[in-house]
């Protein structure tokens, strides 16, 4: 049972009064109260009540309209409680910030450059008492115009206590959206996990990512780019800024077309080589590339009967490779732990009755279903299993069983595959 946050007795910092100046303000300007901002506001089950913030687009089917740019822009007015008729402090007379937001979470609202700005504007303009730590914008339709505008206010001494930005699934965003973001983050110290999943970046990504890990007071910790369009031209980018990176702890390429070309095999080589000496690096995720035999370059820099960085403890590449190469670079981490027969579980070897979901496409790698052998199996492999499957935004479909006969069972959701499959039509 989780115990309900506790609310402050200052006024103004209670999630009713930053309720009531929302739909006050809303009204003002001809707007309708958002219900799922109304939700997170007031539902007395949520035992963050008041510093979690969670809004999605609603079902569209059934009339639900999205918060939009100008509702995103009201929720951050009120946040900042900046504007007139703005409910002022009762003593000193000035504005009340609402300050105990530590987590704003906004999925397929359709903010838009707008919106992003809007929220951009409280984390530059609060940044110094909104202790604001966890930003997630998915699916909002954000380009480079938002990206520069997030990046500007995140740049050095902007912004103290953003430490999670996350703009998964924003496909208009792109390289040039990496550039602009960069330009501010660059020079930031305190962000520790920037996520970038889906949103159609390309070869021209590597440069400015690199540039923030390469920044000396970077305390970067995870860069997730999965599901784009990197390559070995921005892998080979990137690897300047990451040799002199001494932050990052976890780095995902997965599903970022990194094959068998040329420049391919040269940004292995140079992955390689950084990637042996780097001093923090302990998990990096390569799964969905078909690079084949290329995968022979990492093997000096990850398997340790060939010196490789002893840090690295896990390390995940594409089944496609040959089954030598595989056992040689793939590392499930998990502490090293192993079953009662001395078999490390994520062994593959002890997974059986595999069933193709979906097959492979341009945009999506197959989905397979499968068992684990044995008693061995344990409710602790879940998310090692789905995310090697299916990535961590489809490990919310996945559903497990787990029994002493069969051991455990990892089935996707039907509906989420039918949904799948025809998005690949």
Not at 116 to 142: C, D, V
Not at 145 to 150: E, M, Q, Y
Not at 278 to 305: C, Q, S, W
Request: charged share 25%; aromatic share 6%; with cysteine.
């Amino acid at each position: 049972c989780k115990k309900k946050a506790k609310e402050s007795d200052e006024p103004g910092q209670k999630a009713e009064d930053l309720l009531s100046t929302y739909n006050a303000f809303v009204k003002k300007i001809g707007l309708p109260s958002n219900p799922e901002v109304v939700s997170a506001l007031s539902n007395e089950e949520n035992p963050f009540k008041g510093k979690q913030i969670i809004i999605d687009g609603g079902d569209a089917s059934k009339g639900a309209q999205p918060l939009g740019p100008g509702g995103c822009r009201a929720l951050a007015t009120a946040i900042m409680g900046v504007g007139q008729g703005m409910p002022k402090h009762p003593e000193t007379g000035k504005n009340m910030l609402y300050k105990p937001l530590q987590e704003l979470r906004i999925w397929g609202a359709d903010i838009g450059d707008d919106g992003a700005s809007s929220i951009a504007e409280l984390l530059r303009l609060g940044g110094a008492e909104i202790q604001l730590q966890y930003l997630e914008l998915t699916n909002n339709n954000i380009t480079a115009v938002g990206g520069f505008a997030l990046g500007r206010s995140l740049s050095c001494m902007m912004n103290m206590s953003l430490i999670t930005l996350s703009l998964d699934y924003n496909m208009s965003f792109g390289s040039e959206g990496v550039a602009a973001l960069c330009l501010g983050l660059r020079s930031n110290s305190t962000l520790k996990k920037l996520s970038l999943r889906y949103c159609n970046l390309d070869g021209d990504s590597g440069g400015p990512l690199g540039e923030v890990l390469a920044f000396t007071r970077s305390g970067l910790n995870i860069l997730d780019v999965q599901g784009n369009h990197i390559g070995g031209k921005g892998l080979l980018d990137l690897c300047p800024g990451l040799q002199h990176n001494k932050s990052l702890t976890q780095l995902v390429l997965a599903d970022n077309d990194i094959s068998e070309a040329e420049v391919d095999n040269e940004s292995l080589k140079k992955f390689a080589e950084v990637l042996l000496v780097h001093p923090t690096i302990a998990k990096v995720d390569l799964l969905y590339n078909r690079f084949g035999g290329a995968g022979e370059y990492l093997v000096p820099a990850v398997d340790p009967a060939s010196g490789g960085n002893k840090n690295i403890t896990e390390f995940r590449v594409d089944a496609s490779l040959h089954d030598d190469l595989y056992l040689k670079l793939n590392k499930m981490g998990g502490g090293g732990k192993k079953g009662k027969k001395g078999k490390k579980k994520c062994d593959r070897r002890l997974k059986e009755n595999f069933r193709v979901l979906a097959e492979a496409s341009d945009d999506a790698p197959a989905l397979y279903s499968f068992n684990y052998k044995g008693e061995e199996a344990e409710q602790e492999q879940v998310g090692v299993v789905a995310q090697e499957l299916l990535g961590t935004w489809w490990e919310r479909k996945v559903t497990v069983e787990c029994d002493e006969v069969d051991g455990l069972h990892l089935q996707v959701d039907e509906y989420f595959v039918d949904e799948l499959l025809r998005g690949r039509k």
